[in-house]
Nanobody, 115 residues
């Protein structure tokens, strides 16, 4: 089992920045990638970025020029640095940890972009 706790969400003005954190606990040795997703009201949950144990990263086209995923393995933490935030970035942001057979989700953190 892997437990994930996200933090760092909040209210930010357009053009602002936030850094989300996702702390993993439990069977962290079994994690081989971590990802960030988001879900806006009435919409599907979308994959934003993934980072593997080897540091390989992938991004959705919609965020690749503004968001950066990183991971501190010593702290069992993944981060999502979000810059130049836009109204349409408003959503609940979720962390996912992928192990061999299973994926584990965090509870989510709300990001609201508003003036």
């Amino acid at each position: 089992q892997v437990q994930l706790v996200e933090s760092g969400g909040g209210l930010v003005q357009p053009g602002g920045s936030l850094r989300l954190s996702c702390v993993a606990s439990g069977s962290v040795f079994s994690i081989y990638s971590m990802s960030w997703y988001r879900q806006a009201p009435g919409k599907e949950r979308d994959l934003l970025a993934t980072i593997t144990n080897w540091g390989t990263t992938e991004y959705a086209e919609s965020v690749k020029d503004r968001f950066t995923i990183s991971r501190d393995k010593a702290k069992n933490t993944a981060y999502l640095q979000m810059n130049n935030l836009k109204f349409e970035d408003t959503a609940v942001y979720y962390c996912l940890a992928q192990t061999g057979p299973r994926a584990f989700w965090g509870q989510g953190t709300q990001v609201t972009v508003s003036s």
